[in-house]
């Protein structure tokens, strides 16, 4: 049997993609609390979304949106998939934590502040799911404007921070040479 590089690429993508949503699954967690969750996205699905980083910038910035939204839809648009992933808005109760700003979780959750841990934990998941991607030759960007047109698609069942990792196998990181 042949196996031709584009077949063998696409499967080696997901496959890594697999093996991301795994590291951001095992990695450490505030008070061991699991809230973060992952999405893998390919074709019309990561497709839409990369029009909604498109909508994004022409709505909330018109003629002036900054570069980066068509840049990055772009980057969407070319990448074979992207992983998302999330973490859930919930609170930790982490007695006299403070790190929010507020007094406790109560006035966090009352005033619509973030728990800190939530945005800690998301990044330990994020660097542990680009690690292996790095590891396995994948190029990736982690792309929080991906995330944003991600939370507004209400991807997902609940109501989820949400990051974006585009991912590319190809003879040149599409991710390099940006403009800005």
């Not at 049997?1 to 499967?11: A, P, R, T, V």
């Not at 609940?158 to 991912?167: A, C, E, Q, T």
Request: some cysteine; glycine content about 8%.
């Amino acid at each position: 049997m042949i196996y031709e590089s584009k077949q063998l690429e696409e499967k080696a993508l997901l496959a890594t993609a697999a093996k991301m949503c795994v590291a951001a699954r095992t990695a450490p967690k505030t008070r061991g609390i699991d809230e973060v969750l992952t999405l893998v996205l390919t074709g019309e699905d990561k497709d839409r979304l990369a029009d909604q980083v498109d909508e994004i910038g022409r709505r909330d910035f018109g003629e002036a949106a900054p570069v980066w939204y068509g840049r990055d839809a772009k980057n969407l648009r070319d990448a074979g998939a992207v992983v998302l992933i999330g973490i859930e808005k919930t609170y930790r109760g982490v007695a006299h934590c403070s790190f929010c700003g507020f007094k406790d979780c109560s006035a966090c959750k009352e005033a619509g502040g973030h728990c800190a841990f939530l945005y800690t934990d998301l990044g330990v998941a994020l660097s542990s799911a680009v690690m292996v991607a790095a590891q396995a030759q994948v190029d990736n960007r982690i792309m929080w404007s991906v995330g944003k047109a991600a939370a507004e698609l209400k991807l997902g069942e609940k109501d989820v921070f949400w990051i974006g990792i585009p991912m590319s196998v190809s003879g040149k990181n599409i991710f390099f040479d940006r403009q800005v």
